[in-house]
Every structure is written in C-alpha cells, then in structure tokens.
C-alpha cells in the first residue's frame, strides 16, 4: 500500500490550505484513515480520522472547528481541509491507513511521507 501526501505549503496566520493524500496499491474502503502531524522536537500527533464509509469522523480538540477530514472512496483519496491556520499547526502532516479500528486509536499500518506546512504570522 502507498500513500502519496501532497497540497502542504506556507501560508499567514488565518489562511487555508487543503491537504490530500493518494492510496494506491490496494483496496481503498477496507481502510481506515488518518491525518497525524509532527512539529519539530515533538512526538507525532493525530489530528483527524475518518472511517472507511466517510460518515464518521474524529478530531483533535486543537483543530476541531478549524479542520476537516474527508475521503472519496471512488478516487481512493482522503482530504484535510485546514482553515483559519495558526503557527502551531506548523508541522509535518502525515496521512495513514488503518485496517483495524478508527480515529486515533486505530493501528496505523502504512504511512504517507509527510508534507510540510507552514504558518507564519
């Protein structure tokens, strides 16, 4: 299974950006997925998670309201709708598949490469 991250960048505080991130190599929907992000010196973090069907959904208190997790099983993509951006959602964001469970809990078995986003003030 691969993962392919895409969509990080810079922006100013208050902006939005839009993540994605590509599954490719085996069955979509069996998949759970999941948003993590990692700022420098700090432990990896879940951000956002999503269930195989699209209709249930998980965040973080620090992005909830903010951000927003979704998936088109037909393109075999998950999306991070990131807005009203701040400088500590600088970080490393990284996409994962979760065959068992979901939301933060779930056993993340295969990883994105990670993106970079950037939020400046």
């Known amino acids: 299974v691969q993962l392919q991250a895409s969509g990080g960048g810079a922006v100013q505080v208050g902006g939005s950006l839009a993540l994605s991130c590509a599954v490719s190599?085996?069955?979509?929907?069996?998949?759970?997925m999941g948003w993590f992000r990692q700022a420098p010196g700090k432990e990896r973090d879940f951000v956002a998670g999503?269930?195989?069907?699209?209709?249930?959904?998980y965040y973080a208190d620090s992005v909830k309201d903010r951000f927003t997790i979704s998936r088109d099983n037909a393109k075999s993509t998950v999306y991070l709708q990131m807005n009203n951006l701040k400088p500590e959602d600088t970080a490393v964001y990284f996409c994962?598949?979760?065959?068992?469970?979901?939301?933060?809990?779930?056993?993340?078995?295969?990883w994105g490469q990670g993106t970079q986003v950037t939020v400046s003030s």
């Open positions: 994962a598949a979760a065959a068992y469970g979901t939301g933060a809990r779930a056993e993340y078995d295969y």
């Open positions: 999503i269930n195989r069907s699209g209709d249930v959904t």
């Open positions: 190599g085996s069955a979509f929907t069996i998949y759970s």
